[in-house]
């Protein structure tokens, strides 16, 4: 991938995080697999290190899709190249899609899906990764334990 090493790992970032049906990766191992792919034959690869784990925790709110803090929005308008209004943009958490100007929910949570339909099948596909978890010999236990509990007191 050619670009800025900033750019690079914004769209490796980018990329960890639109897998289909939801299954982004937790951030830490996106954030550690992008920060060396973007170093890749970096010049002044020392220099980017330090810059990004300062950074860190911008990257993680982005990544997260949390609007920036007020240094950093302040920040991206006097910045050259990357606008930090592109890291955060609200995206649907089912197949990727702009948000747009959907703003807050019903009861003011924020918007997590671009549909009703992208809704329904993100809780179909996480009521099925349920039973799939509930129906493994461990899970029995713990439903054993918990009903041994529920009798007992």
Do not use: I, K, N
């Not at 997590?112 to 809780?123: G, L, P, Y």
């Amino acid at each position: 991938m050619s670009g800025s090493p900033p750019e690079v790992l914004a769209a490796e970032l980018a990329a960890w995080r639109t897998q289909p049906y939801g299954r982004s990766m937790p951030f830490a191992p996106a954030w550690a697999r992008s920060v060396e792919v973007a170093l890749r034959g970096a010049a002044e690869r020392d220099s980017w290190r330090v810059a990004f784990a300062e950074t860190e925790d911008a990257w993680r709110r982005a990544y997260d899709r949390e609007p920036p803090t007020r240094a950093e929005r302040a920040l991206s308008t006097v910045a050259d190249g990357l606008e930090l209004s592109e890291l955060v943009e609200q995206r649907c958490e089912r197949c990727d899609r702009p948000l747009g100007d959907r703003g807050a929910g019903q009861f003011g949570e924020r918007v997590r899906f671009c549909s009703d339909r992208c809704r329904r099948e993100a809780s179909r596909v996480a009521l099925s990764h349920s039973r799939t978890a509930l129906e493994q010999p461990e899970a029995s236990a713990v439903r054993r334990g918990a009903t041994m509990f529920a009798t007992v007191t």
